[in-house]
């Protein structure tokens, strides 16, 4: 009491200091992590500012700019994400290495085509990037705990991944309407000081990503409240739909028939949608543990009995994909389709098996997702490695089916070859060679109708030459010799665009090319030549070719009188020329002479 009287501290006291103090040191920590998820998220909108800047002014090498834009986007992205439930230094070397891995195999992917933008072009990048940005993370958490194939906290951190994600870009949606609604609002009393700091290039990039961060962080913070347990719940309401639904799907299939089903990739699209939406659905319901997942009898019934029901539309996607493959060969978007098949079929196989050994099932499905989302990794890898290029096996399937004849000549595809970058150009130019062959005339016909063929630089010069002796028509015939000489003085691009001109048919299918030989220079000894090759514009293209001095050289062609002819009229010149043997006779033309130099007047 003496001690209490004279303003000792009590027992009491000390223990509401201490929880204070706890309470203070809790809110500091609070504040330090808010602080710096918004500065990584910041950090996050500067970088990627800068980096499309250099990306605009072209400052780097393209495949560098694509591993520095890959990298960064799904660093921070990894980072903001780990951050919360690891600690920094931690998460930071996980989101390294994630982004490594896919900026490393994007990269590579890159390749198979000659610039960056063509590969960007094309959905794979983006299917495959998303997939190992994200799908890894659950894996680095559970790593760094109780174990990288802990099936709870896999489940359990991929949701709250998502849910995370969801409501901070939600956060950010919000601050943005009210950063322009306080704009307007300003604006009525003349005060542009938020129009003016968000005119500054960067200032959106540092807002949206330092938002993004904090609310991250708060978000976290709220793990209790922001639980992904009430999305769980509520998905879990739509399994007895989808299964309604399915159970009326196959009972109509031997009613209706397959007939439908597959004319086209929208139809396996569907399916496997529809595979995938049951899956997750069955996930949701035995959730991580036994004690977690649903307790209703009629929700496991349901559960079991789409789990089962599952290969069905996972199994007809893939036979519709099958199809499609045998009646037209294989493309890119059929090889996606293909692997995705055969992840939806994994699933079902795998769920069916799980339900029909009995006691257990739920466990078993829980491991048949971890195994499935290893598969789905090493798909998404597998697809940017030479291992699973859909360029070069598309490709490689249409050459083999025009060759084997199952496809003819009106049915290739000529300018989506040019979308399956340098395995699309080795199929253009392994067309180009057959087009020189006897015999295929159809084909080379085909290739000149289409921009594809333009130029024919990848055929080999020889087989040029001799492709264009066969298909330039000669008048008179027999001039065979002078025509070798001339046409060997002419560059290689030159023949082939020569060639290109010959390939390209007229409207009566007659070659759109002729040379004709005579002596046009009689003061000079020899004969020279005359080249009309038809142009995509309608008009003839005039090549004079004439030996001065033994070197074979250029002049030009004037067409006596008026301009010269297009349309129908260019095409009627070629025609005659073809047919019958061309007269060479005088020009209908003097010259007045002064000093060595002749002066003319042209009609």
Known sequence: MTGARQGLPTGAHLLGCAKLEAESQAMTDVMRQRGLMALIGGLAGVSLYLLAKVLDRGLLDERAALALAAFAAAFFTALLALAGPLALRRAAVGAAGVAAVGAGLLVWASLRFDTVGQFIETPLWALTGTVLAFVPLPFVIAASGPGWRDYPTLFGQAWTIVVRYAAAWLFVGAVWAVIWLSDALLGIVGLRVIEDLILVSFVPWVITGATLGLALAVVTELADLVSPYLILRLLRLLLPVVLVVMVVFVLALPLRGLTGLFGSLSAAATLLAMAAAAATLVTTAVDQTDLEATDSVLLRRATQALALILP????????????????????????????????????????????????????????????????????????????????????????????????????????????????????????????????????????????????????????????????????????????????????????????????????????????????????????????????????????????????????????????????????????????????????????????????????
Do not use: H, K
């Not at 539309?313 to 692997?339: H, I």
């Not at 395995?423 to 253009?428: K, V």
């Not at 000093?595 to 042209?602: D, E, K, N, R, V």
């Open 312 to 603: 069905v539309p996972a199994g007809l996607g893939g036979y519709a994909v099958w199809l499609r493959v045998a009646q037209y060969g294989w493309t890119p978007d059929r090889v996606l389709a293909a692997v995705v098949a055969v992840l939806g079929l994994g699933y079902g196989v795998l769920y069916a098996v799980a339900v029909l050994r009995g006691a257990g099932w739920m466990a078993r499905i829980r491991q048949a997702n971890t195994t499935m989302a290893l598969a789905l990794m090493a798909a998404a890898a597998l697809l940017l490695t030479p291992v699973l290029n859909p360029e070069r096996i598309a490709a490689n399937s249409q050459l083999a089916r025009f060759s084997g004849g199952q496809t003819d000549v009106e049915a290739l595809e000529l300018a989506t070859f040019e979308q399956w970058g340098r395995a699309g150009a080795a199929a253009l130019t392994r067309l180009q060679e057959l087009s020189l062959a006897p015999g295929q005339a159809a084909l080379a016909r085909r290739l000149a109708q289409s921009r594809s063929s333009e130029p024919l630089l990848a055929v080999a010069a020889e087989q040029v030459v001799a492709a264009l002796r066969e298909a330039m028509p000669l008048r008179p015939a027999m001039a065979q010799a002078t025509r070798d000489r001339l046409m060997a003085a002419i560059a290689p691009d030159e023949q082939r665009d020569w060639l290109t001109a010959c390939l390209a048919p007229m409207a009566d299918g007659r070659p759109g090319c002729v040379m004709v030989v005579g002596d046009f220079w009689p003061e000079q000894s020899g004969d020279e030549a005359i080249a009309l090759l038809r142009q995509p514009d309608g008009y003839n293209r005039f090549e004079g070719l004439v030996t001065v001095d033994g070197q074979v050289q250029r002049r030009s062609v004037i067409v006596l009188p008026g301009f010269p002819p297009d349309g129908a009229q260019a095409e009627a010149m070629l025609q005659a020329l073809q047919g019958d043997l061309p007269q060479v006779v005088p020009a209908p033309i003097n010259q007045v002479t002064a000093g060595g130099f002749g002066l003319i007047i042209l009609p």
